[in-house]
């Protein structure tokens, strides 16, 4: 059986190179301080890709993105 995992994050980085993308998911740490401060940041996944599927990725998002306004809830597959 194939392991999916199913990850929380609060932020992300995109990194492309003349290979391809590299998505990294993080989520921040409470530090319970008060005041300012910059929490630590917990790299939950990365997921690396090619750069067209970072296009094709890009362009689904715009979309769902703007059907979003007619719809709470949207999906989509691609293969």
Same mark, same amino acid.
């Given at each position: 059986?194939?392991?999916?995992?199913? /990850?929380? $994050?609060?932020?992300?980085? /995109?990194? @492309?190179?003349?290979?391809?993308?590299?998505? #990294? !998911? #993080?989520? +921040?740490?409470?530090?319970?301080? @008060?005041?300012?401060?910059?929490?630590?940041? #917990?790299? /939950?996944?990365?997921?690396?890709?090619?750069?067209? !599927? @970072? +296009?094709? !990725? $890009?362009?689904?998002?715009?979309?769902? !993105? $703007? @059907?979003?306004?007619? *719809?709470? #809830?949207? *999906?989509?597959?691609?293969?």
């Amino acid at each position: 059986m194939t392991d999916h995992s199913d /990850v929380y $994050a609060d932020g992300f980085s /995109v990194t @492309a190179g003349p290979f391809g993308v590299t998505l #990294t !998911l #993080t989520r +921040s740490e409470p530090t319970g301080e @008060a005041g300012h401060h910059q929490d630590p940041n #917990t790299i /939950v996944g990365r997921v690396r890709f090619s750069r067209e !599927l @970072a +296009s094709v !990725l $890009a362009d689904q998002l715009n979309q769902m !993105l $703007a @059907a979003s306004g007619q *719809s709470q #809830t949207s *999906s989509s597959v691609m293969h």
